[in-house]
């Protein structure tokens, strides 16, 4: 494979990425707690709406147009603070919707004292792709063991960061 990297300041969210994350957060209408010692969450995974107030598990439910357009918003606002957060890092596509997704996940704050961000901005692709790894705990939970796989359990969490790190070998 021989692309070239793009500045980040020139990358969206693709449409492919949008989708992996919409699939990825599955779909709920109504408010709900996805696993223990999380927060309430609605449509594709959002936790607050676009003024900034969390999602409370005694909201009403919304429409499945609702529940995109929530996502699209949100999405768009932690796209700015991603993009911001790289200064001068160029990436492929697939790594940055990638690396968008993880931030939607785990939050902005968290990616910002990253190592995967920080591999990034010294130019550490593959260290990069590698600290994904790191990333497999919730709610004091190590969601790559067995144990913690039930049914509220953080399996996904795992899966979804093993997903992620696939990936992202893949664009190397």
Same mark, same amino acid.
């Given at each position: 494979?021989?692309? #070239?990297?793009?500045?980040?300041? &020139?990358?969206? !969210?693709?449409?492919?990425?949008?989708?992996?994350?919409?699939?990825?957060?599955?779909?709920?209408? &109504?408010?709900?707690?996805?696993?223990?010692?999380? &927060?309430?969450?609605?449509?594709?995974?959002?936790?607050?709406?676009?003024?900034? #107030?969390? &999602?409370?598990?005694?909201?009403?439910?919304? #429409?499945?147009?609702?529940?995109?357009?929530?996502?699209?918003?949100?999405?768009?606002?932690?796209?700015?603070?991603?993009?911001?957060?790289?200064?001068?890092?160029?990436?492929?596509?697939?790594?940055?919707? !990638?690396?968008?997704?993880? #931030?939607?996940?785990?939050?902005?704050?968290? =990616?910002?004292?990253?190592?995967?961000?920080?591999?990034? !901005?010294?130019?550490?692709?593959?260290?990069?792709?590698?600290?994904?790894?790191?990333?497999?705990?919730?709610?004091?939970?190590?969601?790559?063991?067995?144990?913690? =796989?039930?049914?509220?359990?953080?399996?996904?969490? =795992?899966?979804?960061?093993?997903?992620?790190?696939?990936?992202?070998?893949?664009?190397?």
């Amino acid at each position: 494979m021989n692309r #070239t990297r793009q500045a980040v300041a &020139v990358l969206a !969210l693709s449409a492919a990425g949008f989708a992996a994350w919409v699939g990825g957060e599955g779909l709920s209408l &109504v408010p709900y707690v996805p696993t223990r010692g999380d &927060v309430p969450t609605i449509g594709h995974g959002s936790t607050r709406y676009e003024d900034g #107030t969390p &999602v409370r598990l005694s909201d009403p439910p919304i #429409t499945r147009a609702r529940a995109l357009q929530l996502a699209r918003n949100l999405h768009s606002e932690e796209e700015q603070r991603f993009r911001a957060s790289l200064p001068g890092v160029a990436l492929h596509q697939e790594e940055y919707d !990638l690396y968008l997704d993880f #931030t939607g996940q785990f939050g902005i704050g968290n =990616w910002r004292t990253s190592s995967m961000r920080r591999h990034l !901005l010294d130019g550490e692709y593959r260290q990069a792709c590698d600290a994904l790894l790191k990333w497999r705990r919730q709610g004091g939970r190590d969601c790559s063991l067995p144990q913690n =796989w039930g049914p509220k359990g953080c399996k996904g969490v =795992w899966t979804r960061q093993q997903e992620r790190h696939r990936k992202c070998l893949e664009a190397q």
